[in-house]
């Protein structure tokens, strides 16, 4: 037996994320244009780094509190006041280790080896990945795709609800397709939940990049106090922040003493200076997110009005998140195209089939960029397809 598999089958079985390997592929070459990860352009903020590093100074160096510093807590229930419009005690916060890290622990708060849990594809895919990682089963419901928009269709999620089905996770605005939810969609998946016993994942993460408004619909904004909800969250993106892995959960303060026992016995908690730059981001960052908002609306006009201008592709422009999810005329293979792409444009694309069924003919670009450097992507991108 090879030392490789001679370790966990599920561990083996992991798949390597399709995004990863085409970035594998075209790291590094000159004059690219990266816009296959989900990240901007921009580090992190000075006021943010500041702060973590006058905690460093300050000897912030020791074990903290597995749910994270009040402080923090305090700052993210103020935080869902002036973005929501909710008053959450703090109680209901739990710091995490990036949104990855909430999504792992709240698959681990709701499922056990063997239960299933839907999502909706194309997706993310490090959910579906993190379940099997579980022993869990990822259970894929496709949106629909219809004249460049995307739409949920409840009957098939119900028609998947098995009763071993324990949660449904739901990201809203999404990660790659830009469906967002509206209210009614929310209520009518809170209500399918409600009818089968179900908890919620909510992954809002992007719930600020809401293009037609200030922020897309939330299950905040239907739920009750009782409902089985938990939020994952990120100050990945909305602070320029991917490289800091941090996050937060948003969950019922019942469940409070297990989420604390599942981040014991994962990262044991958040190191005390991050903590520090993420209360910074949430008290002195508004306008920084504000400026980040306005650059992807800009970015997303110049790139999907020219995409769409070559009437060879079929997309609308997303009402949320950060990327264009585009089917390309003639395309038949997203990762050979990724490739071809980037090798011939030098515009790097994530390619739909790492984005699990119904992706498969798609590829996604993020848009959180400088509008200039978009405008360049988007010229050498409108002249590829033409030329195909
Ligand atoms: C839908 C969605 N959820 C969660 C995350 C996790 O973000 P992070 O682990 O950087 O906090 C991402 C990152 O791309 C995402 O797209």
New binding site residues.
């Given amino acids: 037996m090879s030392i490789v598999n001679s370790l966990s089958p599920r561990a083996v079985s992991a798949p390597e994320s399709g995004i990863v390997e085409v970035v594998n592929y075209a790291r590094g070459r000159d004059g690219l244009l990266p816009l296959w990860v989900?990240e901007g352009d921009l580090p992190s903020p000075d006021f943010v780094n500041k702060a973590a590093m006058e905690a460093l100074a300050a000897g912030e160096t020791f074990y903290t509190y597995q749910r994270g510093i009040p402080e923090l807590r305090q700052a993210l229930s103020d935080y869902y006041v002036r973005h929501f419009g909710i008053t959450l005690p703090v109680e209901h916060f739990f710091v995490t280790g990036?949104?990855?890290q909430a999504?792992q622990i709240a698959v681990q708060a709701m499922t056990s080896p063997g239960d299933e849990m839907i999502y909706l594809t194309p997706a993310?895919p490090n959910i579906a990945a993190a379940l099997e990682v579980a022993g869990a089963r990822s259970v894929g419901v496709e949106l629909q795709f219809e004249g460049g928009k995307w739409a949920v269709d409840l009957g098939r999620i119900e028609a998947a609800i098995t009763p071993k089905t324990k949660a449904l996770f739901v990201?809203t605005p999404s990660?790659p397709t830009g469906w967002t939810a509206t209210r009614e969609d929310l209520a009518a998946i809170l209500g399918l939940a409600r009818k089968h016993g179900l908890w919620i994942m909510a992954?809002e993460?992007y719930a600020r990049y809401y293009y037609p408004g200030t922020r897309s619909a939330s299950f905040l904004d239907v739920m009750e106090a009782d409902d089985k909800v938990m939020f994952?969250n990120?100050f990945?993106k909305n602070w320029s922040m991917?490289g800091w892995?941090v996050?937060w959960i948003v969950a019922p303060p019942q469940t409070g003493q297990v989420l604390e026992n599942l981040i014991q016995y994962s990262t044991s908690g958040v190191a005390q200076f991050m903590q520090k730059g993420a209360v910074a981001a949430l008290n002195d960052g508004d306008a920084f997110v504000q400026a980040n908002i306005d650059k992807a609306r800009l970015s997303r006009d110049i790139l999907c009005d020219a995409l769409i201008a070559t009437n060879r592709v079929e997309t609308l422009k997303p009402d949320g998140a950060l990327y264009a999810f585009l089917k390309i005329d003639g395309v038949k293979d997203s990762r050979q195209a990724a490739i071809d792409i980037v090798d011939k444009t030098g515009v790097g694309l994530a390619p739909g089939t790492a984005f699990g069924p119904g992706g498969e003919l798609f590829l996604r670009a993020c848009f959180l960029r400088d509008p200039a450097q978009i405008q360049t992507a988007a010229d050498r991108l409108c002249d590829y397809i033409l030329k195909l």
């Fill in positions: 989900g990036s949104g990855m999504i993310w990201n990660n992954d993460i994952v990120s990945s991917t892995r996050g």
